[in-house]
């Protein structure tokens, strides 16, 4: 058998060549991490700065929501007769969307209210230590001017009351994964923002329910309902609604209605105190491509009714659009090249 013999020399050579190669790994590596550290530093600072930005245009127009009404205050298993009524108060948020003192928030918010108040925000909001550690409130009264329970929405008015009005976002423009702001008093703590991203633009939770909301990870807690979830642009992408939780507290799932249908409900409300069905009527035409009718043909004419069922006028056989067949071509945008005041 032939056996090799390694010169020691060598061995130690190679050892050196492979040193001083990982060392200048190394050093090529750390230079790298420290040019790029400013770099990173410098976004980071000037994410905060726009942040910051938001905050000062946003703040001013986002409102706490008191409320006072009379409710069972205990369960009782004896009937009406023994269930104990009591004066309650609960709170939510809200938003200016007229500088003429309209406020919208949630319509579960005011439900049963006997008297409705509203917290203004402080004279000089910025996120600031001096602003979070103002003890000074200015509360007014207000009024209901409409509710729309079926879309969970209600408009509400302050007198001699200016505050600045945010601005309804694009519907179209909105997009998954774009970055959002939740603003509001969760359990009541004022003047408190958290942020994350669009999970969905348009998800419909209920397959019989024609309501779509948009869906985000940003945390939203009891007290949200009724504020605003605004973009890095500050425009309002929708209203902060409602949570799926299992412990009852936030866990990434929240829903809020899309700024879409926030134009125009508002606008109704401000108008007639209610929805008109009749204003929203659509006439449409509906092509069935998965089911035939019963005369053979594969179309029909249709038309939507104020409560969002499509009535085939020809062809009862024909299958029900679904909501996204008839929100997103027909209906899902109404008036987006109008301001939101108007």
């Known amino acids: 058998m032939r056996k090799i013999f390694s010169h020691p020399g060598r061995s130690i050579i190679s050892l050196c060549r492979h040193a001083i190669f990982l060392q200048c790994a190394l050093i090529v590596f750390a230079a790298h991490a420290l040019a790029q550290a400013p770099s990173t530093a410098k976004s980071a600072d000037q994410f905060d700065l726009m942040v910051d930005a938001l905050i000062k245009k946003v703040s001013p127009s986002v ?51 006997q008297r409705i108040e509203v917290v203004l925000p402080p004279p000089s909001p910025g996120g600031s230590l001096a602003t979070a550690l103002s003890s000074s409130m200015d509360i007014v009264p207000a009024r209901i001017v409409g509710v729309a329970r079926e879309k969970d929405l209600a408009l509400l008015r302050i007198e001699h009351t200016k505050l600045p009005a945010l601005p309804l976002a694009s519907y179209r423009d909105v997009r998954q994964g774009h970055t959002v702001f939740a603003f509001g008093s969760p359990e009541g703590l004022r003047n408190s923002i958290t942020h994350g991203l669009i999970s969905a633009v348009a998800r419909q939770l209920d397959p019989d329910s024609p309501l779509i909301y948009i869906q985000t990870d940003a945390p939203i807690n009891p007290g949200n309902s009724g504020g605003p979830l605004v973009n890095l642009n500050g425009e309002v992408v929708g209203v902060n609604t409602f949570i799926l939780s299992q412990s009852g507290g936030n866990e ?44 053979g043909r594969s179309g029909g004419s249709g038309r939507l009714d104020g409560r969002g069922r499509f009535g085939l006028h020809r062809w009862a056989t024909c299958r029900q659009p679904t909501e996204r067949e008839l929100l997103f071509p027909f209906a899902g945008f109404p008036g987006e090249g109008a301001s939101s005041s108007s």
């Open 252 to 295: 990434g799932l929240g829903f809020a209605i899309p700024c879409a249908t926030v134009r125009t409900v508002y606008r109704q409300l401000k108008q007639f105190g209610h929805l008109r069905r009749q204003e929203t009527r659509i006439e449409a035409k509906v092509r069935c491509h998965h089911f035939r009718c019963s005369s």
């Open 63 to 113: 409102v706490q929501i008191l409320v006072t009404a009379y409710a069972p205050l205990e369960e009782s298993s004896r009937g009406n007769a023994g269930v104990v009524i009591g004066r309650q108060h609960a709170s939510g948020s809200g938003f200016v969307i007229d500088p003429d003192g309209y406020i919208v928030t949630n319509a579960h918010v005011v439900n049963g209210a």
